[in-house]
């Protein structure tokens, strides 16, 4: 399955400065992470914007990508959104309403809204 976006005029963007860590589950368009994700940035607004293949390695219901899978997606968009804008964040609360379940395989693209922050507090949605 693919998608149409991001659109061509999108630059490629890496969020965190610590690109090298070995994270277990999400991170760069490495085909061997669980979780290959690429990020963009929207020219029109500036917000970050997630690309990310669920496979079968994050399968929960038969043919369904574990809610957990999707909720670490989440966690780091939100959280690149956050770094990217000079906010060096970690995340205090993530809440989500899953209103149906992803297919496996699919490409989805996550977009972020950091919306307001607050002394150390930073707001982000997706």
Same mark, same amino acid.
């Given at each position: 399955? /693919? ?8 630059? #490629? ?42 496979? #079968? ?18 966690? #780091? ?7 990217? #804008? ?8 993530? /809440? ?31």
């Amino acid at each position: 399955m /693919s998608i149409p976006w991001p659109a061509a005029d999108w630059p #490629e963007v890496e969020p965190f400065p610590f690109a090298g860590a070995r994270q277990a589950f999400t991170g760069s368009a490495d085909p061997t992470r669980i979780l290959p994700v690429r990020y963009f940035r929207r020219p029109d607004d500036g917000r970050l914007a997630a690309l990310v293949r669920f496979t #079968e390695r994050v399968e929960g219901a038969p043919g369904q990508a574990h809610g957990g899978a999707i909720l670490a997606i989440f966690d #780091e968009a939100l959280g690149a959104a956050a770094w990217i #804008e000079g906010n060096p964040v970690f995340t205090v609360r993530l /809440s989500a309403e899953f209103r149906k379940s992803v297919p496996i395989p699919s490409e989805l693209l996550v977009t972020t809204d950091l919306y307001r922050t607050r002394r150390r507090l930073v707001y982000v949605r997706g």
